[in-house]
């Protein structure tokens, strides 16, 4: 939706769209236009006319992580569309954490294979999309970001993995 600049009785003003808000500024000055333009994007973003960042998450060692769950809730607080494109089969084991997040379930796929998740990436017009998997970051070229586990992370894992042989060994 373009940002509609016009003049009314009032006088000059930028809106987002014929039914958003009304921006107005002095007529004859540029600053003020390109303020209350500047205005009217941000409007726009907020409802999401114009969200420019298509952002998604890979599920498993990726979103199910707290650092990464963080990451994903300042993403939605700012407005920007949160998907989750998983190589698994079945989305309805992602939907606790999704739901919890506010991550809508029409954003949420289980594509079956990591070759199935590059081609949902790509046909949703992805801009950036985190996983752990180095092979689908490559696929991704430059809207890839690969999640690496920080070494607080990888102990914890270890100290998980350890206590659970352990409990297993009689």
Known sequence: MPVLIGRDNQGCFAQCSSQGHKYYYKCSNAIARKNARKRAINQGISIGEYSIEKISFDYDDTLTRATIKEKAKRYIKNGVDVYVISARHNEEVMWPITDALGISRTRVFATGSNTNKVEKIKALGITKHYDNNENVIK????????????????FSQFIKFISNDNNTIK
């Open 139 to 154: 696929k991704l070229g430059n809207i890839g970001e690969l999640v690496k586990f920080s070494i607080h992370e990888m």
